[in-house]
């Protein structure tokens, strides 16, 4: 009977972060989806819900995790641009171009994650991730100083409220926020020597 209470709990959670993000894609506002509203897509109890996430905030970074995933492998083992073997100021400018595009691509969630974060969104264990990956890159570029410093205002042009404020607000094209970052993050680096 554990296997098949096993097997029941994988096919619960993942059709819970199937609904989740189904209703997250269909809303105009991270808001407007509740806890009641996934668990009656998922056709689970809210009870399974609960058990599985915790809190509606566990089921935002459950399902942030799940999509982030194929970007946090092509980092920490992929192929050029994200990989290791690329050198660190190029991996720099993909990284950061990785994380805008998941964020443009995954707008309303990234916003719903930042904003009710609840205490510092500095602490939050997706961005500790990013800012120590981001760090350990930037250490790796001779002549560059303040690494940690520099990461956090690197993501801060990433910021989910900054991407949905240019790209819904003031309308900018996703390719020119992508040139835009690139030129931003280069000028950051640029008083470090190149490599070569």
Same mark, same amino acid.
């Given at each position: 009977?554990?296997?098949?209470?096993?097997?029941?709990?994988?096919?619960? !959670? %993942? =059709? $819970?972060? /199937?609904?989740?993000?189904? +209703?997250?894609?269909?809303?105009?506002?991270? &808001?407007? @989806?509740?806890?009641?509203?996934?668990?009656?897509?998922?056709?689970?109890?809210?009870?399974?819900?609960?058990?599985?996430?915790?809190?509606?905030?566990?089921?935002?970074?459950?399902?942030?995790?799940?999509?982030?995933?194929?970007? !946090? %492998? =092509? $980092?920490? /083992?992929?192929?050029?641009? +994200?990989?290791?073997?690329?050198?660190?100021? &190029?991996? @720099?400018?993909?990284?950061?171009?990785?994380?805008?595009?998941?964020?443009?691509?995954?707008?309303?969630?990234?916003?719903?994650?930042?904003?009710?974060?609840?205490?510092?969104?500095?602490?939050?264990?997706?961005?500790?991730?990013?800012?120590?990956?981001?760090?350990?890159?930037?250490?790796?570029?001779?002549?560059?100083?303040?690494?940690?410093?520099?990461?956090?205002?690197?993501?801060?042009?990433?910021?989910?409220?900054?991407?949905?404020?240019?790209?819904?607000?003031?309308?900018?094209?996703?390719?020119?926020?992508?040139?835009?970052?690139?030129?931003?993050?280069?000028?950051?680096?640029?008083?470090?020597?190149?490599?070569?």
């Amino acid at each position: 009977m554990p296997e098949r209470n096993r097997k029941d709990a994988i096919r619960n !959670r %993942e =059709a $819970v972060l /199937a609904a989740a993000d189904a +209703l997250f894609a269909r809303h105009a506002s991270p &808001e407007d @989806v509740t806890m009641a509203d996934v668990a009656a897509a998922a056709g689970v109890g809210k009870g399974t819900l609960f058990r599985a996430f915790g809190d509606r905030a566990g089921l935002l970074r459950a399902l942030y995790e799940a999509r982030l995933e194929p970007i !946090r %492998e =092509a $980092v920490e /083992a992929g192929p050029p641009p +994200l990989g290791p073997a690329t050198p660190p100021q &190029e991996r @720099v400018l993909a990284l950061l171009d990785a994380v805008l595009c998941f964020k443009l691509d995954n707008r309303r969630l990234a916003l719903a994650l930042e904003e009710g974060a609840g205490a510092s969104p500095y602490q939050a264990e997706h961005y500790e991730r990013w800012h120590r990956l981001l760090r350990t890159v930037l250490m790796q570029i001779p002549g560059l100083t303040d690494s940690d410093f520099t990461a956090h205002a690197l993501l801060a042009a990433t910021r989910a409220d900054l991407v949905e404020h240019l790209a819904e607000e003031e309308r900018v094209p996703r390719e020119r926020l992508r040139a835009q970052l690139a030129n931003y993050t280069a000028r950051s680096l640029a008083g470090a020597p190149p490599q070569g």
